[in-house]
């Protein structure tokens, strides 16, 4: 799995959640069409008259999560800028996508601006296989946000938190370590440590918890 697949599974998914924050910093979202996939961007369009086009005008920080029948969710963090060239690009959403003719007829497709994400953070959560299975990315030049929980050297070895793991993705060892890609984040092993060896890995490079 990489970055362009993972975009390519939103467009499949097709009806994603985008989550824009409003003027007062409130969350808003909405289910919105994925339009177009291509070169490791993903396309959009919204109604120059929605509040969702005001709010990306104001802050272009979206997130857009997709879920598919398979229990599979690919969530995007990334930065929406608006295409010039208005027209070329919704006639070009339109042909890919003819069933926007049914709610825009004719002319009236042109009060729809084209917008594009080309740089952001990726994470796929697979909770159709056992354990369950993540891998983040990113593509357009951004790092990927690491989250979690690692364990450091200070580990005594009692074991507590492989025991009470919910996915069973800690290994014995010294220290003992967790299979990254096969942790909830619940946290349960954070909490239970006894000598506080388990640290959050976003304390370590200062990215945010999600
Ligand atoms: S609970 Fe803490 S000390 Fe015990 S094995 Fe796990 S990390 Fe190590
Ligand atoms: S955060 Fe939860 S799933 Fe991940 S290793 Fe700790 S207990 Fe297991």
Redo the contacts with the bound molecule.
Sequence with gaps: MNAQECLNMLREMRDCVFSTADAEGRPQSRVIDVMLVEGEALYFCTARGKHFYRELEQNPHVAVTGLNDKWQTVRLSGRAERLTDQKRWIDRIFAENPSMNDVYPGESRYILEPFRIRAGTLELFDLGVSPIHRESFAFGGEQVRQK??FITDTCIGCGT?AA????R??DAGTPYV?RQEN????????EACPVGAIRRLEAEDGSPAG
Excluded at 164 to 167: N, R
Excluded at 183 to 190: A, K, M
Aim: proline content about 6%; aromatic content about 12%; hydrophobic content about 30%.
């Design positions: 979690g929980f938190c009470g793991c919910p996915q993705c800690i967790i942790c909830l984040h619940c946290g349960r092993c954070f």
